[in-house]
């Protein structure tokens, strides 16, 4: 079935650091969502990125569906910033979002 | 316009007893999408429900795990004779239709299920 592999599982960063979360696809997807999900656990909509790039103040993303991968860029990053990242893509007929395993995102001051 | 809702926030439950979970969707949404995400894991899909339809429960446990969308009210998730393992996060979420069109699946802040 589907693979959503995400990359790295885990990172560390100094507060200001920037930094590139990644997404690969075993097939063709075809929508794409990033997800924060917070220290409450809260899932935070980030992007919905079909295909190009958005930018959301200190955050970026980019998907090229034609490689089956999506790139989540952090600049100048915030402890606020700490929690999970994931990404999910849209499989078949449905809006059935299969999620990648995430990654563990800690911003220390 | 409110957000998915999800209630209650905390549930915890002994061993034995029912769960149940619920989820309203979107203002003018009829798609309802559960999740469960166990602890330190990734959320996987459970089930997909249209209004008095369920369309696919493929990711639902064969036993003790049932779900429903009725005409009117929310989505209910029951979960009998729970057991440890179903302590999780079960997040639920909600589109406005069937079509692999250009909307986002938008979630609720999840019920916390805890089995002691």
């Known amino acids: 079935g589907i693979q959503v592999e995400q990359s790295p599982p885990d990172l560390i960063l100094q507060e200001g650091a920037n930094s590139t979360l990644r997404c690969n696809f075993s097939?063709?997807?075809?929508?794409l969502q990033w997800f924060h999900q917070n220290p409450w656990g809260q899932l935070i909509n980030l992007f919905y990125?079909?295909?190009g790039t958005k930018q959301n103040g200190r955050l970026s993303a980019t998907t090229v569906a034609t490689e089956r991968y999506s790139l989540l860029y952090i600049s100048s990053s915030q402890t606020t910033d700490s929690g999970v990242y994931f990404c999910a893509g849209l499989i078949g007929g449905y809006n059935k979002l299969i999620f990648g395993a995430g990654t563990r995102l800690a911003v220390h001051p | 316009n409110a957000g998915v809702m999800q209630n209650p926030r905390h549930l915890v439950r002994r061993r034995g007893q029912e769960a149940r979970l619920r989820c309203s969707p979107m203002?003018?949404?009829?798609?309802v999408y559960w999740y469960r995400q166990l602890p330190e894991e990734g959320l996987k899909f459970m089930v997909y429900l249209q209004k008095e339809n369920i369309i696919d429960e493929s990711g639902m446990p064969k036993e003790r795990f049932s779900a429903e969308f009725p005409k009117e009210g929310p989505s209910i998730l029951r979960i009998q004779q729970v057991v440890r393992g179903d302590s999780a996060a079960y997040f639920c979420?909600?589109?406005?239709?069937?079509?692999?069109?250009?909307?986002?699946?938008?979630f609720g802040n999840g019920t916390r299920l805890t089995v002691t």
């Open positions: 203002k003018g949404h009829s798609h």
């Open positions: 979420a909600s589109s406005p239709s069937d079509r692999n069109t250009n909307s986002p699946l938008h």
């Open positions: 990125i079909p295909s």
């Open positions: 097939d063709s997807v075809n929508n």
